[in-house]
Nanobody, 119 residues
């Protein structure tokens, strides 16, 4: 049974940093990424990384501040979040896909981890 287990969320002041981790149990995935959902808003794509070649994609709202990376040997994806802003406050979800994709066709989802940025 495939499980995605996230960790690393928490409360941080604006301008601070957090690092999220997501470990996939069971098998490897072609694309692993991150989405987020703030209260009252739709879930939105944040970043993703392909297994081969290291291709990454970012939403415009996090580009230059967040960095996605993977450890393929551990089936783990990370999201380093720097220069955090209050508008980054959301539940962050790890997602995995069996295809090369950006923000579509994700088959598996984690349970979510809360990130709160205080002003």
């Amino acid at each position: 049974q495939v499980q995605l287990v996230e960790s690393g969320g928490g409360l941080v002041q604006a301008g601070g940093s957090l690092r999220l981790s997501c470990a996939a149990s069971g098998r490897a995935f072609v694309t692993m990424g991150w989405f987020r959902q703030a209260p009252g808003l739709n879930r939105e794509f944040v970043a993703c990384m392909w297994r081969s070649g290291g291709t990454t994609y970012y939403s415009n709202s996090v580009k230059g501040r967040f960095t996605v990376s993977r450890d393929n040997a551990k089936n783990t994806v990370y999201l380093q979040m720097n220069s955090l802003k209050p508008e980054d406050t959301a539940v962050y979800y790890c997602a995995a896909s069996d295809t090369y994709t950006r923000d579509l066709h994700y088959n598996y989802w984690g349970q979510g981890t809360q990130v709160t940025v205080s002003s």
